[in-house]
């Protein structure tokens, strides 16, 4: 990995999103860039900033220098920040492709209270419209580093393309990976096929010794179960493709990832197909 973008709306959620990223270049060696998307127009101090300055306004590169000030003793990676206006999504999908980035870190929930505030309302544009791979964090979700990882398995064949990304993942973080089949039905088919992708998966971490639980999960909706599972046992991260063939059972594109970036409580990496 060697970029890493963080879209900073400045609202505590796009900060809580910054710090996770921190973790995660500090152990990849990424380099890590902050974006922000100005609307050219003075807004009044977010309440996060509140304790830093007694200004009635403010500038973005005021407040990016604030951050590098803040978090330049914790991150051992180069460290800058980029302004650009426009949409929102269009514009973070922009840089990620100019800088050539691997991951996008950022806020799913922006807080509510201040106009310029965008991060919740453009996360899952940018997991549709980036050419890399999303990480979405909702706010709250204050747990650093990463012990246990969800990865759901569908019947799709796109479904396996996120093992590569996870094992990396896991092994630089010393993980475990949960591999939990999802299925809304009982037909015998799907349970084959579901067997045969797992198995799959059993073997590839197996030769890259991978620490890993197996977890088989039936329901209504694979992404209501996924999330409950990831809860029930504190999981600090779920990861799923966004981009898979259509006709199948089990879609993680459209409306499953969407209620996935929407809903869950647990940081999101979406996979780029």
Known sequence: MKRILVPIDFSSDSINALEHAIVIANKTGAKLRMIHISK?????????????????QY??????????EKYKDKIQVPFDYKLREGKVYKEISNQAKYDDTDLIVMGSHGVSGFEAFWIGSNAYKVVSNAECNVMTIRNG????????????????????KKLKVTTKLA???????????????????????LDQYSQQVYEYLDSRNITYIKKDLYGKNITDITID????????LITIMTEQTENTSN?????????MVNNSPIPVLCVHN
């Not at 500038?59 to 590098?68: C, K």
Request: hydrophobic residues 40%.
């Open 40 to 56: 050219g127009i003075k807004q009044d101090v977010p309440l996060y900033f509140k304790e830093f300055s007694n200004k009635e």
């Open 59 to 68: 500038s973005p590169e005021t407040f990016f220098e604030i951050l590098i």
């Open 141 to 160: 979700f204050l747990r650093i580093g990463i012990n246990n990882i969800v990865m759901p398995i569908d019947i799709s064949k796109e479904t396996r």
């Open 171 to 193: 092994k630089l973080c010393n993980a475990t990976i949960h591999v939990v089949t999802v299925r809304e039905t009982n037909r015998p088919k799907i349970i084959a096929k």
């Open 229 to 236: 599972y990831a809860k029930e046992i504190n999981a600090e």
């Open 251 to 259: 879609l993680w594109l459209g409306k499953y990832a969407q209620q």
